[in-house]
């Protein structure tokens, strides 16, 4: 069983940073594909959209559009970490942690990316308030 456990999260100026953290427990070589999903106030958790993905044995990496520039996707060992630079009202949510097994479909395997369904795992989620 794996568990992700975000921190980081709070309240910033526009123009501001943070930077979130998900500590990956359990065994995390089985969940090498980890993203980060954010659900906006007023959003149903069926909304929640994805920010930013990574496979941990490559150098992929995958940004929304909305935060490419602005986001950093990384990991260290079992944390996974969320540069965030130059935040606006925009990135108000509540920011969530996932894991998960690679989706392997006529032999090629992948991470599943933007998809939530594809990550098994998920945090409690951590929030990120950004005023004027």
């Known amino acids: 069983q794996v568990q992700v456990i975000e921190s980081g999260g709070g309240s910033v100026q526009t123009g501001g940073s943070l930077t979130l953290s998900c500590e990956v427990s359990?065994?995390?070589?089985?969940?090498?594909?980890l993203g980060w999903f954010r659900q906006a106030p007023g959003k149903e958790h069926e909304e929640r959209e994805a920010?930013?993905?990574?496979?941990?044995?490559?150098?992929t990496k995958l940004y929304s559009l909305a935060v490419e520039g602005r986001f950093t996707i990384s990991h260290n060992k079992n944390t996974l970490y969320l540069e965030m630079n130059n935040l606006s009202a925009g990135d108000t949510a509540m920011y969530y942690c996932?894991?998960?097994?690679?989706?392997?479909?006529?032999?090629?395997?992948?991470?599943?990316?933007?998809?939530?369904?594809?990550?098994?795992?998920w945090g409690r989620g951590t929030q990120v308030a950004v005023s004027s």
């Open positions: 920010v930013a993905s990574l496979y941990t044995g490559g150098t």
């Open positions: 359990g065994d995390a070589t089985s969940t090498p594909c």
């Open positions: 996932a894991a998960g097994s690679e989706v392997c479909r006529g032999g090629v395997c992948f991470c599943g990316g933007e998809d939530p369904k594809t990550y098994s795992s």
